[in-house]
């Protein structure tokens, strides 16, 4: 853009003159000479409104708007005004003359009473600020019974209709001076039998329960324009969980594409590029960008508040920027969506006609593009014709093919089940022709038979790829008879085709995971993002995810909404397995930051719901101890947490609430809420089995100790396997001035603050104990076997203790520092590797640990990064031989043994 000068906007003038009768009519109705014109551009909605000649508002703003539009379109015309510029000082003056007529029509009537109650909620173009010259505005007219000034014994219903027909009168009727603007009031729910102004409670009723899915896309755009922007506020706030939904309805994405299917069969003349091309409605044009924005904020908008945004090309770049769509497709419709809109402003400006198509003579064509500065209608078409292409097939990608459908016999339908190459055709065919009889719950209705018809094509492709495919079909079938619905699931997999592949990947091989599918199919939006096989970001980032609050949210929304998260990554980290995107160290560590960062999250939930009701105790505080594979930082998908709870300051103390409490039966139920908020199953899934029974005392002791008894009883009175699990000990909740003096406690007591004991001795016998009572599962038991996870854990720990040295809580970290020390054979960090790799793996596609189908022992040899199965049952039994011999040299008698041996 650069600066109009006064000759420039002569010419502009000019030019208007010669193609549009309109402009050049408001010219003869305003004539401004060009310096006037010049300097009227800085502020158009103010020029437009100094007069004093004309009286009355109904004529006032009938003469603001010609003279806002003559100035816009010069502004337009000249290069003064970009897009944004010209469709913001539009809608300004719509939101403005909308807000006027509202409270002329109030106070018309009720001239003692203020004009509220009565809000209009502007939908389309309006609601985005992207009016263009001739566009109507959509609002959505709501009133609030309570405080809608009215006549004497008038009913408040009754009240808004007339306000509201006022409205439309004062800015649609047309008379000498013109019109301000066309208001259609279709876009309210069943607007054949409803009144023009809804009830604000049963206009939030309606949208909460029963819109169509195409009003779910028309409130993207929505917001409080005009009135009492206060009740119009609320009214949006009420309903924005109805629009931005967290679980994807793929329901409300078929709707607009089969509305984009629709427009494209009733324009169809209009298709073919060329004179009498539709701009707004044509293949290419407007609406599909509008709607590729739409259906990208519908499918993340729900997740990603940041993507909620009303204006076209804002959305485009808000999904850019967050990864949502290809940068360079969002910069091509961005530069399409612009040339668009300017040339459908020239089309209007012509005869200020509500118009979106190209003329179809050639004259005429000529004329809009001379108007726009170009030399022929030919060189107009040159202009668009590449952008609509690109934009055609940037939205025909997204929109995909026509629907495929799947054969309706047993006969052809088997016959295409062989041609996919289904391993028992005849067997998927009686599954198929079961989920079609609707035997199912979830498929009882028409609908969602539906749904699941246009699903299967791509679904049994996906299953026929699999290295299984009767087996993916069999929990497939397994999964529907659990589900209570299923239509979204079904349009979410249509929708997705990758991740219908990858659900086929799972079923075949996860027995977890498909478990968990059966009872909350909505773990599969998880994966909708492809930072979903990513690896899990830092702690840090996931508290701030799971931090995230609903304005007005209280607890128990925290608690379903940390759960919600959870149940998802947790979900999701598996599936990065089965796809082999990760390694399955790097995924024990991912469970185990999401761990962390729920017990931090909620305790913290669990700490201020509790000290509203009880205060805090001064100088005291909670502190979490993790232990085990969670002080470790190495999960599975099947680990629980071993906690305990401790806190600082004077147990004598008391808490400083309304309800005061002593501070340890304070902390003890302080801990008994965070457990339960860990533990407790709710709608959202369960979340961890939480165990503290390696708390002082066992299950005997009180659930929360202070940190100087915890301290005195591993000094004084804890038992090896007490200390040995110490080792594992990391501080995951407490401010850090806390968690440092918990972890100098541990530090005290790992380094000799103890008693002595018979380590090895203790250990040995704890660990044949352990063996007599809990056996392997089965011949794959990566933990439990000799030679297995448990023996090098118990090797690693026994010289920890007995050295002093190699205090770290990880296990990797701690044998690369005993194998340093060359306390440890350098072959047990290998076979802490596979040992650790082959337990994460196998907790999800081999939970018995019993040896699985062909497929999925190649996923798990992928998994290992060994090349086949034999490879995996040799190195396994190898690195168990390798542990066994380990453990037994660190047992009492075996390095006395050796050394005898040496020396003799």
């Not at 002080?631 to 906690?643: E, F, I």
């Amino acid at each position: 853009m650069h600066p109009s000068t006064s000759s420039d906007i002569a010419q502009v003038l000019f030019r208007a003159r010669q193609h549009s009768p309109f402009l050049a009519t408001l010219l003869d109705r305003e004539p401004w000479t060009a310096e006037a014109v010049e300097q009227a551009l800085a502020d158009p909605l103010g020029a437009a409104r100094q007069f004093d000649e004309v009286s009355g508002e109904r004529r006032r703003l009938r003469v603001e708007r010609r003279r806002l539009a003559l100035l816009v379109a010069v502004g337009d015309l000249s290069g003064r005004y970009d897009l944004t510029q010209v469709t913001g000082y539009l809608t300004a003056f719509a939101d403005q003359a909308l807000d006027r007529a509202i409270r002329f029509a109030i106070l018309e009537r009720t001239p003692d009473q203020a004009p509220c109650g009565f809000a209009a909620i502007a939908l389309g173009k309006q609601g985005s600020r992207e009016l263009n010259y001739s566009s109507d505005i959509d609002p959505l007219l709501v009133f609030d019974p309570e405080t809608l000034p009215r006549k004497p014994r008038e009913e408040p219903g009754e009240a808004a209709v007339r306000i509201g027909r006022r409205v439309v009168e004062l800015l649609q009727a047309r008379d000498a001076d013109g019109y301000v603007l066309r208001v259609d009031l279709r876009l309210r729910p069943s607007p054949e039998v409803t009144p023009i102004v809804l009830p604000v409670d049963a206009a939030i009723s309606y949208y909460e329960s029963q819109a169509l899915p195409w009003e779910r896309a028309a409130f993207i755009r929505a917001r409080a324009c005009s009135g009492d922007l206060a009740l119009g506020g609320r009214f949006l706030e009420a309903i924005r969980p109805f629009v931005w939904r967290r679980a994807l309805d793929y329901g409300t994405i078929r709707e607009i594409r089969d509305i984009s299917r629709r427009i494209r069969d009733h324009y169809s003349q209009a298709q073919a590029f060329g004179p009498g091309y539709d701009l707004k409605r044509g293949r290419g044009g407007i609406r599909e960008v509008e709607f590729f924005a739409q259906i990208h904020q519908l499918i993340y908008g729900g997740r990603e508040p940041k993507l909620r945004v009303p204006a076209t090309r804002d959305a485009l770049m808000a999904l850019a920027d967050a990864g949502r769509i290809d940068a360079q497709e969002a910069m091509l419709l961005n530069q399409a969506y612009v040339t668009f809109r300017t040339i459908e402003h020239r089309l209007q400006m012509v005869n200020d006609l509500q118009t979106h198509a190209l003329p179809a003579t050639g004259p005429a064509l000529d004329n809009v593009a001379a108007l726009h500065g170009l030399g022929s209608g030919g060189a107009l078409l040159d202009l668009l014709h590449p952008q609509v292409v690109r934009v055609g097939g940037i939205y025909d990608a997204l929109a995909g093919e026509e629907e495929a459908h799947l054969p309706t016999t047993a006969e052809t339908l088997g016959g295409w089940l062989t041609q996919s190459g289904f391993h028992q055709p005849e067997r998927a065919t009686r599954f198929i022709e079961g989920w079609r009889a609707g035997t199912y719950p979830a498929l009882r209705s028409g609908q969602a038979r539906d749904a699941l018809e246009a699903l299967l094509p791509g679904l049994l492709d996906a299953f026929a790829q699999a290295p299984d495919s009767i087996h993916a079909i069999t929990r497939f079938d397994a999964m529907l008879s659990r589900l209570p619905s299923a239509i979204n699931f079904f349009r979410l997999l249509e929708a997705q085709p990758a991740l219908t592949r990858l659900l086929s990947s799972i079923l075949c091989h996860a027995p977890t995971l498909a478990e968990q599918l059966a009872r909350r199919a909505e773990l599969l939006d998880g994966l909708i993002d492809a930072s979903a096989l990513e690896p899990m970001p830092d702690i840090p980032t996931l508290v701030v995810q799971m931090s995230a609050r609903e304005r007005g949210a209280d607890y128990q929304w925290q608690l379903e909404h940390v759960r919600r998260l959870v149940n998802e990554k947790r979900f999701a980290l598996g599936a990065q397995i089965i796809a082999g995107a990760s390694d399955p160290l790097e995924v024990s560590g991912g469970y185990a930051r999401v761990a962390e960062a729920a017990i931090q999250v909620l305790a913290r939930a669990a700490v201020d719901e509790f000290v509203r009701a009880h205060g805090g105790v001064p100088g005291s505080e909670l502190v979490i101890l993790a232990l085990g594979r969670m002080g470790g930082q190495a999960l599975t998908h099947a680990s629980d947490l071993d906690l305990i709870y401790l806190f600082t300051g004077d147990h004598a103390a008391e808490s400083d609430g309304a309800k005061p409490l002593g501070a340890v039966t304070y902390y003890n139920r302080l801990a008994q809420r965070v457990t339960a908020a860990l533990s407790v199953p709710t709608a959202a899934g369960p979340l961890y089995e939480v165990d503290t029974r390696l708390r002082p005392s066992g299950a005997q002791g009180p659930l929360a100790v202070s940190l100087d008894g915890f301290a005195r009883y591993q000094r004084e009175d804890a038992w090896t396997w007490e200390h040995m699990a110490l080792t594992r000990a990391r501080p995951v909740f407490g401010s850090d001035a806390a968690r440092a003096a918990v972890q100098a406690s541990v530090d005290a007591v790992l380094s000799g603050a103890r008693p002595r004991r018979a380590i090895a001795e203790d250990a040995t016998k704890m660990r044949a104990d352990m063996a007599a009572h809990k056996r392997p599962a089965g011949p794959l038991d990566a933990k439990l076997l000799d030679g297995g996870l448990v023996d090098l854990e118990f090797a690693v720990h026994v010289l920890q203790l007995e050295h002093r040295t190699a205090f770290a809580p990880q296990l990797r970290p701690a044998i690369e520092q005993l194998i340093d020390a060359e306390l440890l054979p350098p072959t047990m960090l290998a076979a802490y590797d596979l040992l650790a790799r082959l337990l994460v793996v196998l907790r999800l596609v081999a939970p018995d640990a019993q040896p699985p189908g062909s497929a999925t022992q190649a996923l798990i040899a992928r998994a290992l990064g060994l090349r086949d199965w034999n490879e995996v049952v040799e190195s396994f039994e190898r690195t168990r031989q390798e542990v066994a011999a380990c453990w037994a040299y660190v047992r009492p008698g075996a390095k006395e043994a050796d050394n005898g041996n040496r020396t003799g």
